[in-house]
């Protein structure tokens, strides 16, 4: 086995494209080390188009080597990608989220990376190069395959960057998780909510849930359903129910009870909704005051 | 970075109440493992070490049709091949005779071990595992005591009908009478799951076999006399050529008291084929699939009271689950059945407790033997009573709690107890009487005993010797066990105490059979007040010695007195001096004292009804909680902890048990506990079967009431099992208190809270 260290992307590029397929890319590898390992890994922490975490004209720019730690601290997610910050800091255990990436949290695609659903929810997008020196920009949520399967071949392909638009006036996001306990324990569901409210009525919703299907699930009808309510409590006991009617859970003999986890999407959802509509509705009367 | 590690600054450290030394510095070993430089068993390697794996079996219950082993034998690097045909082994067990090192004609759980390899690597052993090929017959399994006690149920042991691996039926008093009448009944079903110790180093094992030494097994064990007495009767040895000798231990909480027989003896047979050390070592995923975890339990239990809250009598139908081999399960099931009946005043009692065979992986012990699970029952049914009854349930335990000078409705003779004084310390330190609207508060009180007088009725008690070295220094030698808990820490103190030294002068031995004095070892709370009494009494008689040689050396009366050894005419004599005028006058033997302690024997009769030991402690807590109602989501805020383990030999230590005894209980309260998918363990793993955090432990406050105990070392007695004990009934009762209903069922999980919260239809 050999373990390669690459400084620019054009050479991670060059490695894969020599390595034909036996050659797979790995970031904080918090994963794969407790998998088989493959011929030849790929490290690409050190290659600065994959680090640092920028905005630009309303466009935040994350590196796909940024860590959860990273990522959960940087100022600029705080502010302009809240449900990110949160989700982040979630994600196992210290040691856990200084190792493993943005990137690695969605092409690793495990159905309930927190990471994944917080950019779900955000409308990141994820620029993907590959050997050919082709580049594609996909929604992180169209990079699943199957169960623990991406769309995104870590042996020919390399995911950049994520980009999300940050948060503007009138807009909130946030993330809600529910684990059988408070570290190194993946959720029984975690949801992530991001609202546009104007004048006290919902915008634009972007309503994220997990793990129902092998990638974040955006839960379209609660989506269109909010648009023009008011935030109260109506609307997010209506969201709820809309939200448990339109997925399907199984029951898990490790995990819970499809119902039981049913009424927990519900109840994340609408938290996740709340907070994220408060944090909305806080960022207008910042601005106006 | 690696930073070296210091103790603290011995100025700014506590020192216990009236023992020598400064309680941070009581155990040199703690350094070395903070600093990684211990040795486990894990870390040992030999010169031409060999590596054993077992193969299992990958079916519940099944015949053996054939096994192939040809593969395997001519492997490169492959040293030894072993089934179970040609070992010729009679069946052993700890209590019951029921299992083989490996399978003969039939496999009754996964995991069973059919054959064996040595070779001169892991990775060749686990190939030359994978290659032996085994043909099964399957049979019909049952997977739950329920299925295993149908009249038509599989048979899983020839010598067990009804698949029924032991049984007992306790009554005393009249309890019928007590029912019929009675003010109030209350009466519910409580169900345990099986619990894995879950200790941090899985079990390994280095076997070594010559014709020097003998066999020499290197595995740290709780009672390494135990398992070295059954190594040697299974492989025919004689006992004196069967020697433990024990690296440092990963943590034990019971686990280790036998540790995993199976290993010790395979690689014992591997090591004398082969000539070579054998080592073994069980995966983390072994160690729940093959490892031996406490049984579960389901406990139907009901009791009568008057309308003023006396208990009248209480009655219980107890099953236990076995497992496919019995391991120290009768014992746990005994404990279950009974032990929580001395915590209370209760005139009559009636019991029926059936521990029953399946086809999944056979159980074993953790610490509190049992003793948790029927708190979790009993002390919930003592809040629903209350409940019923109108009472406050501090009220009605206090009317009813047992007392110094009683004797329990099982012949426990109470001594020393405080029990009513760590219920008042309990709830008032929790705020019992101001409590914070939209949190839950509970309560429990506990029992444990310190040592067995009945385990083995002739040898109850424990022996130790004190050796005066050349240089003044002393080692005291015992089989009392250190696995992480400070035992030998507290030994060094007691003996300390007794010659008026500084404990830094003493050394405590214990782990090689060879050298230290048999011992029961370190379970059934008996370390600091049987092998703690035996280290003092053994100090003791150093000093009488050594103040006689002073006599006949100067020819003048003498004196010890703080260490300083002192003659009528004010002369003062050197401890070097004393032990090497010893020495050259014996032509080299050491100034030795010898200490026993023979607890008086147990009035313990046919019917269980008797004293099983020296003395007991006693306990109660208070938890305080929040439960999340959209959710069922617990959060365990706090837990005060009030304790009576007599006079407390350090601090920090004590605290340490106290810490990790309520983690455990919360982990068995709200956490762990085993799930099977047909006779396989589905969680068998540390991401699935989960443990507590450090972001889950509550706020913890410990209370100790030192009321001194003559049975043990200066007042001293338990305090290891019992802080598990009552952690279970008071964080359901918190729960119920929080919620408004009872989860009877282990682990209290979020889920299940809010089930019982929306009255929906149990799963």
């Given at each position: 086995m050999s373990y390669l260290y690459p400084s620019s992307l054009e050479e991670a590029l060059g490695i894969l494209r020599d390595g034909s397929g036996r050659a797979r890319v790995i970031a904080g590898a918090t994963d794969i080390f407790l998998q088989r390992l493959p011929h030849s890994l790929v490290d690409l922490t050190a290659l600065p188009a994959l680090s640092g975490i920028k905005?630009?004209?309303?466009?935040?720019?994350?590196?796909?080597?940024?860590?959860?730690?990273?990522?959960?601290?940087?100022?600029?997610?705080?502010?302009?990608?809240?449900?990110?910050?949160?989700?982040?800091?979630?994600?196992?255990?210290?040691?856990?989220?200084?190792?493993?990436?943005?990137?690695?949290?969605?092409?690793?695609?495990?159905?309930?990376?927190?990471?994944?659903?917080?950019?779900?929810?955000?409308?990141?997008?994820?620029?993907?190069?590959?050997?050919?020196?082709?580049?594609?920009?996909?929604?992180?949520?169209?990079?699943?395959?199957?169960?623990?399967?991406?769309?995104?071949?870590?042996?020919?392909?390399?995911?950049?960057?994520?980009?999300?638009?940050?948060?503007?006036?009138?807009?909130?996001?946030?993330?809600?998780?529910?684990?059988?306990?408070?570290?190194?324990?993946?959720?029984?569901?975690?949801?992530?909510?991001?609202?546009?409210?104007?004048?006290?009525?919902?915008?634009?919703?972007?309503?994220?849930?997990?793990?129902?299907?092998?990638?974040?699930?955006?839960?379209?009808?609660?989506?269109?359903?909010?648009?023009g309510m008011p935030v109260n409590r109506e609307t997010r006991l209506a969201v709820e129910k809309a939200a448990a009617s339109e997925v399907e859970v199984r029951s898990s003999l490790l995990r819970c009870s499809a119902r039981y986890r049913l009424h927990l999407v519900g109840v994340l959802v609408g938290r996740a909704l709340e907070t994220a509509a408060q944090r909305a509705q806080q960022r207008k009367r910042g601005n106006d005051s | 970075?690696?930073?070296?590690?210091?103790?603290?600054?011995?100025?700014?450290?506590?020192?216990?109440?009236?023992?020598?030394?400064?309680?941070?510095?009581?155990?040199?070993?703690?350094?070395?493992?903070?600093?990684?430089?211990?040795?486990?068993?894990?870390?040992?390697?030999?010169?031409?070490?060999?590596?054993?794996?077992?193969?299992?079996?990958?079916?519940?219950?099944?015949?053996?049709?054939?096994?192939?082993?040809?593969?395997?034998?001519?492997?490169?690097?492959?040293?030894?091949?072993?089934?179970?045909?040609?070992?010729?082994?009679?069946?052993?067990?700890?209590?019951v005779d029921d299992e083989l090192p490996l399978a003969v004609d039939r496999?009754?759980?996964?995991?069973?071990?059919?054959?064996?390899?040595?070779?001169?690597?892991?990775?060749?052993?686990?190939?030359?595992?994978?290659?032996?090929?085994?043909?099964?017959?399957?049979?019909?399994?049952?997977?739950?005591?329920?299925?295993?006690?149908?009249?038509?149920?599989?048979?899983?042991?020839?010598?067990?009908?009804?698949?029924v691996a032991w049984q007992r039926n306790i009554s005393r008093g009249d309890s019928e009478a007590a029912f019929r009448e009675a003010d109030h009944v209350v009466e519910n079903t409580f169900t345990v799951p099986a619990v894995h110790p879950t200790y941090l180093e899985p079990i390994s094992c280095v076997a070594e076999s010559d014709r020097c030494d003998g066999l020499v097994l290197h595995t740290a064990l709780q009672s390494p006399d135990s398992v070295r007495a059954i190594v040697a009767k299974?492989?025919?040895?004689?006992?004196?050529?069967?020697?433990?000798?024990?690296?440092?231990?990963?943590?034990?909480?019971?686990?280790?008291?036998?540790?995993?027989?199976?290993?010790?003896?395979?690689?014992?047979?591997?090591?004398?084929?082969?000539?070579?050390?054998?080592?073994?070592?069980?995966?983390?995923?072994?160690?729940?699939?093959?490892?031996?975890?406490?049984?579960?339990?389901?406990?139907?239990?009901?009791?009568?009271?008057?309308?003023?809250?006396?208990?009248?009598?209480?009655?219980?139908?107890?099953?236990?689950?076995?497992?496919?081999?019995?391991?120290?399960?009768?014992?746990?099931?005994?404990?279950?059945?009974?032990?929580?009946?001395?915590?209370?005043?209760?005139?009559?009692?009636?019991?029926?407790?059936?521990?029953?065979?399946?086809?999944?992986?056979?159980?074993?012990?953790?610490?509190?033997?049992?003793?948790?699970?029927?708190?979790?029952?009993?002390?919930?049914?003592?809040?629903?009573?209350?409940?019923?009854?109108?009472?406050?349930?501090?009220?009605?335990?206090?009317?009813?709690?047992?007392?110094?000078?009683?004797?329990?409705?099982?012949g426990l003779q109470i001594n020393r107890c405080a029990l009513d004084e760590c219920l008042k310390a309990a709830a008032k330190k929790i705020g019992w009487d101001r409590k914070k609207a939209g949190r839950g508060y509970g309560l429990s009180a506990a029992i444990h005993a310190n040592g067995s007088l009945i385990f083995n009725k002739k040898f109850r008690g424990a022996a130790a010797q004190a050796r005066l070295e050349l240089d003044g220094r002393v080692t005291v030698f015992t089989g009392e066990q250190d696995y992480g808990q400070g035992a030998h820490a507290a030994f060094a103190r007691i003996a300390a105490k007794a010659l008026g030294l500084n404990p830094d002068l003493i050394t405590v031995q214990s782990r090689d059979t060879m050298h230290s004095p048999y011992s029961l070892g370190a379970l059934a709370m008996r370390?600091?007040?049987?092998?703690?009494?035996?280290?003092?009494?053994?100090?003791?008689?150093?000093?009488?010695?050594?103040?006689?040689?002073?006599?006949?050396?100067?020819?003048?009366?003498?004196?010890?007195?703080?260490?300083?050894?002192?003659?009528?005419?004010?002369?003062?004599?050197?401890?070097?001096?004393?032990?090497?005028d010893y020495h050259s006058q014996t032509s080299g033997l050491s100034l030795l004292g010898e200490g026993k302690y023979v607890p008086e024997k147990s009035d313990y009769d046919d019917s269980g009804y008797g004293n099983i030991s020296v003395t007991y402690s006693f306990a109660a807590h208070a938890a305080e909680v929040e439960i999340d109602r959209d959710t069922g989501a617990l959060t365990v805020h706090r837990i005060v902890a009030a304790h009576d383990s007599g006079r407390i030999v350090n601090q920090v230590s004590a605290r340490g048990q106290v810490y990790g005894g309520i983690t455990q209980g919360l982990g068995m309260s709200c956490y762990e506990g085993y799930l099977f998918e047909t006779g396989r363990v589905a969680n068998a793993s540390l991401a699935d079967y989960k443990i507590p955090t450090a972001l889950d432990i509550p706020e913890i406050e410990e209370i100790f009431i030192e009321n001194e105990d003559p049975a043990g070392p200066y007042g001293a007695k338990g305090l290891g099992e019992i802080v598990m004990v009552p952690v279970l009934g008071a964080i359901a009762n918190a729960v119920a208190d929080a919620a408004g209903e009872w989860v009877t069922d282990l682990p209290i999980t979020a889920e299940k809270i809010y089930q019982a919260m929306a009255g929906w239809e149990c799963q």
């Open positions: 905005e630009e004209s309303g466009l935040i720019t994350i590196g796909a080597a940024v860590t959860h730690s990273q990522a959960a601290a940087s100022p600029v997610i705080l502010a302009g990608a809240q449900a990110l910050a949160e989700g982040c800091a979630r994600v196992g255990s210290p040691q856990i989220r200084n190792a493993g990436t943005l990137g690695g949290n969605i092409v690793n695609a495990a159905p309930a990376a927190d990471a994944a659903v917080a950019l779900a929810a955000l409308g990141a997008r994820a620029r993907i190069v590959d050997i050919k020196g082709l580049t594609r920009e996909e929604a992180v949520e169209d990079l699943y395959r199957t169960h623990n399967r991406s769309l995104v071949d870590s042996s020919s392909e390399i995911l950049v960057e994520l980009i999300i638009k940050s948060c503007g006036i009138n807009e909130g996001s946030a993330f809600t998780r529910f684990a059988a306990r408070n570290a190194l324990a993946l959720p029984l569901v975690n949801a992530a909510a991001a609202v546009k409210v104007e004048n006290g009525l919902v915008k634009e919703a972007r309503l994220v849930v997990a793990p129902v299907k092998p990638a974040p699930t955006r839960l379209q009808r609660a989506e269109e359903m909010l648009i | 970075m690696i930073r070296s590690i210091t103790a603290p600054d011995p100025k700014q450290a506590p020192a216990s109440g009236c023992f020598p030394g400064i309680d941070y510095d009581q155990n040199p070993e703690v350094w070395a493992k903070a600093a990684g430089r211990a040795v486990y068993g894990t870390d040992l390697k030999m010169p031409g070490m060999l590596y054993g794996k077992i193969l299992r079996s990958p079916c519940p219950h099944a015949r053996i049709k054939k096994i192939d082993t040809a593969a395997a034998e001519a492997m490169p690097g492959v040293r030894a091949v072993l089934t179970g045909e040609g070992l010729g082994c009679k069946p052993f067990g700890i209590v496999v009754r759980y996964i995991g069973d071990e059919v054959a064996c390899v040595a070779a001169v690597d892991l990775q060749t052993a686990e190939r030359a595992v994978q290659s032996i090929r085994v043909e099964y017959e399957e049979l019909p399994a049952v997977f739950s005591p329920a299925e295993a006690l149908e009249e038509n149920a599989p048979q899983l042991h020839r010598d067990f009908p009804g698949n299974v492989l025919e040895l004689p006992l004196s050529r069967v020697r433990v000798i024990g690296p440092v231990m990963g943590g034990g909480f019971g686990g280790r008291v036998y540790g995993n027989l199976k290993l010790y003896i395979l690689s014992s047979l591997l090591a004398m084929k082969t000539g070579w050390p054998v080592k073994m070592q069980l995966t983390r995923e072994e160690e729940f699939t093959v490892g031996r975890p406490m049984i579960a339990a389901e406990l139907k239990m009901k009791m009568a009271l008057r309308s003023d809250g006396t208990i009248l009598a209480r009655e219980a139908e107890i099953i236990t689950d076995n497992g496919a081999y019995s391991a120290q399960a009768p014992w746990v099931s005994n404990t279950i059945s009974e032990r929580n009946d001395s915590v209370y005043r209760i005139p009559a009692v009636k019991t029926g407790v059936r521990l029953v065979y399946t086809n999944k992986v056979p159980t074993g012990q953790y610490r509190a033997y049992g003793n948790q699970a029927a708190n979790f029952a009993t002390e919930s049914l003592i809040d629903m009573a209350a409940k019923k009854l109108g009472i406050d349930p501090l009220d009605l335990r206090l009317k009813n709690c047992i007392r110094e000078g009683d004797v329990s409705v099982h370390q600091t007040t049987i092998g703690g009494k035996a280290v003092q009494l053994a100090a003791e008689n150093l000093k009488e010695k050594i103040v006689q040689l002073a006599v006949s050396l100067s020819g003048e009366p003498a004196t010890m007195e703080n260490g300083v050894v002192r003659g009528s005419s004010g002369m003062v004599f050197d401890l070097a001096a004393i032990a090497y």
